[in-house]
């Protein structure tokens, strides 16, 4: 049977593909309510995000730029939205 994978959307920038294969990977998540991005402290997830980033990096980006995208991304996105810490 032949199978087929579903393309991820283009991106225009670097920091955009390291987001869309974090969400891909299930290592971040979107606030429902604020839309700002969570952490979701998964090792697995990460591990996922990682290995999807050296398969799959951009034209023109060495498979350890990719996952030094990726790394800066996730280290830069907290575990809790400010938003919502904020509304008690």
């Known amino acids: 049977m032949l199978m087929f994978k579903e393309r991820r ?5 670097l920091r955009g593909w390291a987001k869309s294969i974090l969400q891909e990977a299930g290592a971040i998540r979107e606030c429902g309510e604020h839309g700002w991005m969570q952490d979701r402290a998964d090792p697995h997830a990460r591990d996922r995000a990682f290995d999807l980033a050296r398969q799959d990096s951009p ?3 060495s498979p350890d730029d990719g996952v030094a995208e990726v790394r800066d991304v996730l280290d830069s ?3 809790t939205c ?3 810490s904020s509304d008690d």
Do not use: L, N
């Open 9 to 13: 959307p283009a991106t225009r920038t």
């Open 59 to 61: 034209s023109g980006i």
């Open 77 to 79: 996105i907290g575990d």
């Open 82 to 84: 400010p938003e919502c």
